[in-house]
């Protein structure tokens, strides 16, 4: 199949309060503007130099979000442009994405991530962390981030009622939070292989990547 019929079969399955983020980490601008010319406007990447570079080279109308753990010393390079950022996960982070909106006179959407899987390797804040930060006095005083909701990844496993499990309870954290906080609309959650389940327990974004363009190496 092709891109842009990838694409098309993907967009037609999706509920309409599903955002469809196209994950075009590693795939070479040709492919991206294969799915831009079928209709996407947003993709994600895991390296902010890979996607400075796309976001340079590619029509001005895309949104481009971070999807991959981010180091704070490269915040700056993305600052100016980079319209959602999903994986944050700690305070320190926050802090310095907040500083580098500033001095671009943005104010930058972030989810925080929070850790649902088995795995140790999986970064994110638990509930308790996620909730010191959200009421900490500091973070209540900046004015350029904008926490917009919440991301997760399930464990890396064939077994659907951990993954159910895993989404769910992240599911269950979103509402407990977004009943005190407005500006919490986003629960981004779902890849490839596990996206319908995904929203099934509630996702309102899916970051599809080798469903869309292929494997990659
Ligand atoms: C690579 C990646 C995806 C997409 O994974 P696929 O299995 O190719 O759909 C989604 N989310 C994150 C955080 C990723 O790093």
């Given at each position: 199949?092709?891109?842009a019929?990838n694409?098309?079969?993907?967009?037609s399955?999706?509920?309409?309060?599903?955002?469809?983020v196209a994950v075009?980490?590693?795939?070479?601008?040709?492919?991206l503007m294969?799915?831009?010319?079928?209709?996407q406007?947003i993709?994600?990447?895991?390296?902010i130099?890979?996607?400075?570079?796309k976001c340079?080279?590619?029509?001005?109308?895309i949104?481009?979000h971070?999807?991959g753990?981010?180091?704070?010393?490269k915040?700056k390079?993305?600052?100016p442009?980079?319209?959602?950022?999903?994986?944050?996960d700690?305070?320190?982070?926050?802090?310095e994405?907040n500083?580098?909106a500033?001095k671009v006179?943005r104010?930058i959407d972030?989810?925080?991530?929070?850790?649902?899987?088995?795995e140790e390797t999986?970064?994110?804040?638990d509930?308790q962390?996620l909730?010191?930060?959200?009421s900490?006095?500091?973070?209540?005083?900046?004015?350029n981030?904008?926490i917009v909701?919440?991301?997760?990844?399930a464990?890396f496993t064939d077994?659907?009622d951990?993954i159910?499990?895993?989404f769910?309870?992240?599911?269950?954290?979103?509402?407990s939070f977004?009943v005190?906080?407005?500006q919490?609309?986003?629960?981004?959650?779902g890849?490839?292989g596990?996206?319908?389940l995904a929203i099934e327990?509630g996702?309102t974004?899916?970051r599809?990547g080798?469903s869309?363009?292929?494997?990659?190496?």
């Amino acid at each position: 199949m092709s891109i842009a019929k990838n694409i098309l079969s993907i967009q037609s399955t999706l509920p309409a309060q599903v955002t469809l983020v196209a994950v075009s980490k590693t795939k070479p601008i040709a492919a991206l503007m294969e799915a831009y010319d079928a209709g996407q406007r947003i993709f994600g990447e895991n390296k902010i130099q890979e996607m400075a570079e796309k976001c340079e080279a590619m029509p001005k109308d895309i949104q481009w979000h971070m999807i991959g753990h981010v180091q704070t010393n490269k915040v700056k390079f993305m600052a100016p442009f980079v319209n959602l950022i999903h994986g944050v996960d700690s305070l320190k982070l926050v802090q310095e994405i907040n500083k580098q909106a500033a001095k671009v006179d943005r104010v930058i959407d972030c989810l925080l991530q929070i850790h649902i899987a088995e795995e140790e390797t999986k970064f994110g804040l638990d509930e308790q962390e996620l909730n010191s930060l959200l009421s900490s006095s500091e973070f209540q005083e900046m004015r350029n981030i904008r926490i917009v909701g919440l991301m997760g990844m399930a464990t890396f496993t064939d077994n659907k009622d951990q993954i159910k499990k895993e989404f769910t309870h992240l599911k269950s954290i979103f509402d407990s939070f977004a009943v005190h906080n407005s500006q919490l609309t986003i629960l981004s959650m779902g890849m490839s292989g596990d996206y319908q389940l995904a929203i099934e327990c509630g996702s309102t974004m899916v970051r599809i990547g080798s469903s869309i363009f292929g494997g990659r190496n």
